[in-house]
């Protein structure tokens, strides 16, 4: 059974292992070039406990990637952060910042299409956790779940995440 919430006016569905969004924009793409966007990929395998300093290069990498296929600035800002906010997540709430545990990011590149992957293997990922911190960013209201879900969903044009026992991925789309 899939359920909705709101978000500024998007929608959100919901269930027992799903959440996500899909913006208008997304869907009204002609057509995504899924050849391309294998051909164009990046894999990184990230230990739990690196560094956002550490981390650096393959955002810079990322970025010079992004604005070379013309994806304007702040595009490339709002991608990178909540890239950077769901690997943090993965870092943090799945791999309980483990030195040795890897979450894997993978990345998808067309003309006017960007999609992460983000894996990780550990604590079971918390989907009506994050469903109550897009209830609770409606009414702007903090708690200890956090803001990066509300955030993701704002600045992505594509938000998924699944969880199977403990294995979880998130997967964002920007388009341009």
Excluded: Q
Aim: aromatic share 10%; glycine share 6%; net charge negative.
């Amino acid at each position: 059974m899939t359920n909705k919430v709101a978000i500024e006016g998007k929608s959100v569905e919901f269930n027992r292992s799903t959440i996500s969004y899909i913006s208008e924009k997304f869907k009204s793409l002609d057509k995504i070039d899924w050849i391309n966007l294998v051909d164009n990929k990046n894999k990184y395998e990230i230990d739990a406990c690196t560094n956002a300093d550490d981390l650096s290069y393959i955002f810079d990498e990322i970025e010079e990637k992004l604005e070379n296929i013309g994806f304007k600035e702040n595009n490339r800002f709002n991608f990178l952060m909540s890239l950077s906010e769901a690997l943090d997540n993965a870092k943090r709430h799945t791999l309980s910042y483990i030195s040795g545990k890897k979450t894997n990011l993978r990345l998808f590149y067309s003309s006017n299409l960007v999609l992460a992957g983000i894996e990780a293997h550990g604590r079971p990922y918390d989907i009506k956790k994050s469903v109550e911190s897009v209830v609770n960013s409606a009414k702007e209201v903090l708690s200890e779940n956090g803001r990066g879900n509300p955030f993701m969903i704002n600045n992505c044009d594509f938000y998924f995440v699944s969880k199977n026992g403990k294995d979880s991925e998130v997967i964002l789309g920007k388009a341009e």
